[in-house]
């Protein structure tokens, strides 16, 4: 166990030291992890709504501090060029969270040309259904993104990394708020990237 607890740290701090640079895009990590813990708690009163909270709130939160504000240009920090972060990421880099989120844009419009999602469920009544139904796909969508790159991962690195990987995931909401909280504060101030000048940002920033 220690082994594994040891992985999903060096997970973590690759993911916040590599891609969680900019002020803004921690502030927005924050804000996605409080919905996501909001969607922790939906599921187990309405499933549906746990659905969109993460993806529309969660997930447009999180990717858009990605998209937009995190830096992409050569990374003095760490001495890596983005392409190199690309190609070594554990969890979805660019080009795969694209794919992701295209599946996930084009699930209402097939929901919506067919309302039985091709014999795959029995469609709800009205506006209200509709939305409802969305909300089941996209929770499968992300219980399914998360299960199938943990297999991937287990298969290119083994099982340790892969499970490593899918209890970081799990768990980010809770380590997001633990580490970002200061964050806003931070941005406030002016401070618009992380220095990360401290060697305390091992394992807890």
Same mark, same amino acid.
């Given at each position: 166990m220690s082994?594994? @607890?040891?992985?999903?740290?060096?997970?973590?701090?690759?993911?916040?030291?590599?891609y969680h640079q900019s002020r803004i895009n921690q502030t927005l990590h924050l804000i996605s992890a409080v919905s996501f813990l909001v969607a922790y708690g939906l599921l187990f009163i309405d499933p549906a709504a746990a659905g969109i909270v993460g993806w529309l709130v969660g997930m447009v939160a999180r990717q858009s501090g990605h998209i937009f504000f995190e830096?992409?240009?050569?990374?003095?920090?760490?001495?890596?060029?983005?392409e190199y972060k690309e190609s070594i990421k554990a969890g979805y880099n660019?080009?795969?969270?694209?794919?992701?989120?295209?599946?996930?844009?084009?699930?209402?419009?097939?929901?919506f040309v067919s309302t039985r999602l091709l014999g795959l469920m029995a469609p709800s009544p009205g506006i209200e259904g509709f939305v409802h139904d969305t909300g089941l796909m996209w929770l499968a969508l992300g219980v399914?993104?998360?299960?199938?790159?943990?297999?991937?991962?287990?298969?290119?690195?083994?099982?340790?990394?892969?499970?490593?990987?899918?209890?970081?995931?799990?768990?980010?909401? @809770?380590?997001?708020v633990?580490?970002?909280?200061r964050s806003p504060l931070a941005l406030l101030r002016g401070q618009r990237l992380d220095p990360m000048e401290s060697s305390a940002h091992q394992g807890r920033v």
């Open positions: 082994e594994f @607890f040891k992985q999903v740290e060096v997970l973590r701090w690759d993911d916040h030291r590599y830096p992409r240009t050569y990374d003095h920090v760490n001495q890596a060029s983005d660019m080009r795969r969270k694209a794919i992701l989120i295209g599946i996930w844009l084009a699930l209402p419009v097939l929901l399914g993104g998360v299960a199938l790159r943990t297999v991937h991962l287990s298969m290119l690195r083994g099982p340790l990394c892969g499970l490593a990987w899918a209890y970081k995931i799990l768990s980010d909401p @809770f380590h997001n633990d580490i970002y909280w």
